[in-house]
């Protein structure tokens, strides 16, 4: 079967502009939720055990990305740089995703108390879904479009202890 491929700056492209964008719906997700702290929920405790685990997953996950998108960018100046592209951000898009994925469901357990805030705090699981789903793509993009010199498994062999300890006798 043919491996499907891609220019790498394309690919290095595509994979910049959804760690920017799940990186947007973050730091907009974060701030929505900020803005809603003095909200007598939040404040009065009784949904920040819903709302602090969102925001930890959402938040372990932002340094990352940032750090992500200046890899990129600056990898963007090198013609055989292949990162945002590679096996790494594969396993990275994905394992953020699902968190991100799991982060919304500890918003939608939200019950609703009356409050002109909880439709506010609730929407922010839609972004949180975006997020996850992003990452899903970036990381389905990077393994289906991944680089030729990333598909090649160089296996070493191990060398064997018994015969180089009878070549040194």
């Not at 292949?82 to 799991?102: E, K, P, Q, R, W």
């Not at 929407?123 to 393994?143: E, K, P, R, T």
């Amino acid at each position: 079967m043919p491996c499907l491929t891609l220019p790498l700056f394309i690919i290095k492209i595509s994979s910049l502009m959804l760690f920017i964008a799940t990186l947007t719906l973050k730091t907009w997700d974060i701030a929505t939720l900020y803005g809603q702290f003095n909200s007598h929920c939040i404040a009065g405790w009784e949904i920040t055990d819903k709302v602090g685990p969102h925001l930890m997953l959402i938040m372990m996950s932002w340094m990352p990305d940032l750090a992500f998108i200046l890899c990129i960018g600056i990898g963007m100046a090198f013609e055989k740089c292949n990162m945002g592209a590679d096996t790494g951000t594969i396993a990275y898009n994905v394992i953020v995703g699902i968190s991100c994925l799991c982060s919304m469901f500890y918003i939608t357990a939200i019950e609703d108390c009356g409050n002109d805030a909880i439709p506010i705090v609730k929407g922010v699981a839609l972004l949180s879904a975006l997020a996850g789903a992003l990452h899903l793509i970036n990381g389905a993009v990077c393994l289906i479009f991944l680089p030729p010199e990333e598909r090649k498994i160089r296996a070493r062999r191990p060398q064997n202890s018994e015969t180089s300890s009878l070549a040194a006798l």
